[in-house]
């Protein structure tokens, strides 16, 4: 965990730095900081109408009575792109197009739920679903709440069957133990 987080924040900045520095030398640096300038509102404009449609398709999965399933990964995916698209960079910035546009954030999903199909057959994939009480989340536990874990089968297209028909307001968490 200690070598993902030194990663983030310290080896993916000082690459961003040299990457800029030398598209500074090459296209000059008021060309440099207005591509950054440019990606940044282009960045938060696509982040505002791709959240607003992720908005719109949870609302209508949860006034439908499924869990929003997809919509949570695109809810997260859109997330993540935005703050990478907010943060001055060429790498974070193609990073955050990737997870901010349709057809290449469905690529990162079908890659995420690989993974975690990979877990559950190996058995370090673990569903845990609990009430209004409090949420199991990634190894912590917040509030109280029951923890009723489960194997769980996936269908073709990476959405559970069996969670249909739960009651929305039920919260979901999906971890990985082990390796």
Avoid at 118 to 142: C, D, H, K, N
Wanted: include cysteine; aromatic fraction near 6%.
């Amino acid at each position: 965990m200690f070598a993902r987080l030194a990663l983030l924040f310290i080896v993916v900045p000082l690459l961003e730095l040299a990457l800029l520095i030398q598209v500074g030398q090459v296209v000059g640096v008021l060309p440099t900081v207005l591509l950054v300038l440019a990606t940044g509102i282009a960045g938060a404009a696509l982040a505002r109408r791709e959240g607003t449609r992720t908005l719109s398709a949870l609302q209508q999965e949860l006034g439908e009575g499924r869990l929003p399933g997809r919509a949570l990964l695109d809810g997260l995916c859109v997330l993540v792109g935005g703050a990478f698209l907010l943060t001055p960079g060429i790498l974070t910035d193609v990073a955050g197009f990737v997870l901010l546009l349709p057809p290449s954030r469905r690529w990162v999903q079908r890659w995420i739920r690989g993974r975690m199909e990979r877990a559950l057959e190996a058995g370090t994939l673990r569903v845990s679903a609990s009430g209004p009480g409090g949420f199991q989340f990634w190894g912590g536990t917040f509030g109280g709440g029951l923890d009723a874990t489960a194997g769980v089968g996936m269908r073709e297209d990476g959405w559970d069957d069996e969670l249909e028909g739960l009651d929305p307001r039920m919260e979901i968490d999906v971890r990985e133990d082990g390796g």
